[in-house]
């Protein structure tokens, strides 16, 4: 038979996304040693494409943590956004209406930083592992057992658990049902995502309401555009040509108006994105802590998955620092509570982009939209709203 390794650590953490790599970083900085537990190879895990826009406060964090030098560098500071509808394209500047505006840098680049300074702190991390598996939560001596990446059994015990294995990871399930409640809601479309060897058209992003379905125009540098396509939900990716979807973007972006055009060039990725709204409650059950997606899924639209991820981190860092160093509980206590309450705020926001934005084929719900578009650009007080919550409130508020 076997035998297991045992290893022990203060913190287990399951899932080496941004929120799980993050939280590794910030207890390290203040002497919480932790291992990381994932089970994608590292070249997976920091070659997927995902978010792109970092909130300011966000920005700030990564900064004091001292994961800001290349995104200083290479990150692009954006003042706002455009919004758009067919003949009208309107620029909401964050920075003049509420001081703040947000950064452009792409998710596998913070991937690549976290995974560098994990290495540099030299602190433990199994990639590749599998059957991972929670047990003891409601004790103060967890465990997660996994077998690793040569197939021999481990188990981590830990002095407290960090679920931040996504959406698709176990730990959320380790909660009871009995204690666990989900908010769930759907969309009838999702995103096709494109990468294109090609310089943006545009110096921010452009988010277009059009008849046909929604647009995004984002990027990722000076010589690589990242856009989006509403289609149905379901579709495959096979179901569009380069071409379809260059023709598709320049129509709802609005090639043509105002001498505005599109410029297009090579396509070296696609995907569909699913559309989901989705949050658990409570984010903590005995020594377990969930965060990041793992206990909460927003829609793109509003740029919140990742900034959010960061901001449960930003809580649950302090509030583990406190219960294993100093005895003290009132911050993990308190986590659930802070966390939902962000995360319900920014659920809200990422709800109202995506409902004002995408087309339902209902003719008086495409008016309602158009209407709310264009209050929200007269109004200095709805586009104040929309820039507080797009470009990110402070941590913890
Ligand atoms: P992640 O990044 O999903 O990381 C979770 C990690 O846990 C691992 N894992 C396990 N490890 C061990 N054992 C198991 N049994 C495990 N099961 C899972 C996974 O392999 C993974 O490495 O969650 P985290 O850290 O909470 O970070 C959240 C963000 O990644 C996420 O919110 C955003 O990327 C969401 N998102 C987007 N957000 C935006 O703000 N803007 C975007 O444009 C945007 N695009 C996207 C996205 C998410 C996508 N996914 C998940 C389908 C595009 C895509 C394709
Ligand atoms: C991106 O650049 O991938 C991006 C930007 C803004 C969003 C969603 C995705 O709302």
């Not at 289609?231 to 040509?241: F, H, I, L, N, Q």
């Amino acid at each position: 038979m076997t035998r297991v390794q045992t290893v022990e650590t203060e913190v287990a953490i399951i899932g080496a996304g941004p929120a799980g790599l993050l939280l590794s970083h910030l207890l390290a900085h203040d002497g919480v040693e932790s291992v990381v537990v994932e089970h994608r190879s590292r070249s997976h895990v920091e070659s997927r494409i995902r978010a792109g826009i970092l909130e300011s406060a966000v920005v700030e964090l990564l900064d004091k943590a001292g994961l800001g030098s290349r995104l200083a560098e290479e990150g692009q500071p954006h003042r706002g956004i455009y919004l758009q509808w067919p003949g009208h394209r309107h620029h909401v500047d964050f920075v003049e209406l509420v001081g703040r505006g947000v950064h452009l840098y792409g998710q596998s680049e913070l991937q690549l930083d976290l995974g560098r300074a994990r290495d540099a702190e030299g602190q433990a991390c199994y990639y590749a592992v599998s059957g991972t598996a929670l047990h003891d939560v409601e004790t103060d001596l967890p465990s997660v057992s996994f077998a690793d990446a040569e197939g021999r059994p481990v188990r981590l015990e830990a002095r407290a658990i960090a679920g931040c294995d996504g959406k698709h990871g176990p730990s959320r399930q380790s909660i009871p049902a009995s204690v666990r409640s989900t908010f769930e809601l759907g969309y009838p479309f999702a995103w096709l995502g494109i990468l294109a060897a090609v310089p943006p058209s545009t110096d921010e992003l452009i988010y277009a309401w059009h008849p046909e379905g929604f647009a995004l125009h984002s990027m990722r540098s000076a010589a690589v555009s990242r856009l989006y396509l509403q289609v149905p939900v379901g579709t495959d990716v096979a179901e569009w040509s380069d071409e379809q979807i260059w023709d598709a973007l320049a129509t709802r972006l609005g090639e043509g108006q105002t001498g505005w055009e599109l410029e297009r060039g090579p396509i070296f990725d696609k995907a569909v994105l699913p559309f989901q709204s989705f949050v658990m409650a409570p984010m903590r059950h005995g020594r377990l802590f969930i965060a990041g997606d793992a206990a909460h899924t927003v829609p793109p639209t509003g740029a919140k998955g990742l900034n959010l991820a960061f901001a449960d981190v930003a809580l649950l860092a302090p509030a583990l620092v406190s219960l294993l160093r100093d005895g003290d509980p009132r911050l993990a206590d308190a986590y659930s509570d802070s966390a939902l309450r962000r995360v319900w705020r920014s659920t809200y926001f990422s709800w109202w982009m995506t409902t004002t934005l995408h087309t339902t084929g209902d003719p008086f719900v495409s008016e309602l939209q158009r209407t709310q578009l264009e209050m929200t650009v007269s109004s200095r007080a709805r586009a104040t709203a929309l820039a507080e919550s797009y470009a990110g409130l402070p941590i913890g508020a």
